[in-house]
């Protein structure tokens, strides 16, 4: 069974720092490219940081510089580092499998993180 449980938000001030962490519960993780998304209050969900295999990471242009994605394979856990958050990066949180792997149908619940000005 698919599973994805996000940890590690909250409530954080502009230009401080947060790290989230998202324990994936899926078969052959290593191999798999996994990514961050967030959905902030009457928007869509978005694909904010990706990671492959190999390491190689994206970004969307709104958190590149700020945020940083890595993995720990021996722990199947992704994590999002985010440093000088502004307030238009709060959001609920959340990690997938990314690209043509995502499970729309996982969806964890996710990890708040509110940014106060």
């Known amino acids: 069974q698919v599973q994805f449980v996000e940890s590690g938000g909250g409530l954080v001030q502009a230009g401080g720092s947060l790290r989230l962490s998202c324990a994936a519960s899926i078969s052959a993780f290593s191999i798999k490219p996994m990514g961050w998304y967030r959905q902030a209050p009457g928007k869509q969900r978005e694909l904010v940081a990706s990671i492959v295999a190999s390491g190689n990471t994206n970004y969307a242009d709104s958190v590149k510089g700020r945020f940083t994605i890595s993995r720990d394979n021996a722990k199947n856990t992704v994590y999002l580092q985010i440093n000088s958050p502004k307030p238009e990066d709060t959001a609920v949180y959340y990690c997938?499998?990314?690209?043509?792997?995502?499970?729309?149908?996982?969806w964890g619940q996710g990890t708040q993180v509110t940014v106060s000005s």
């Open positions: 997938n499998l990314a690209g043509a792997w995502r499970r729309d149908d996982a």
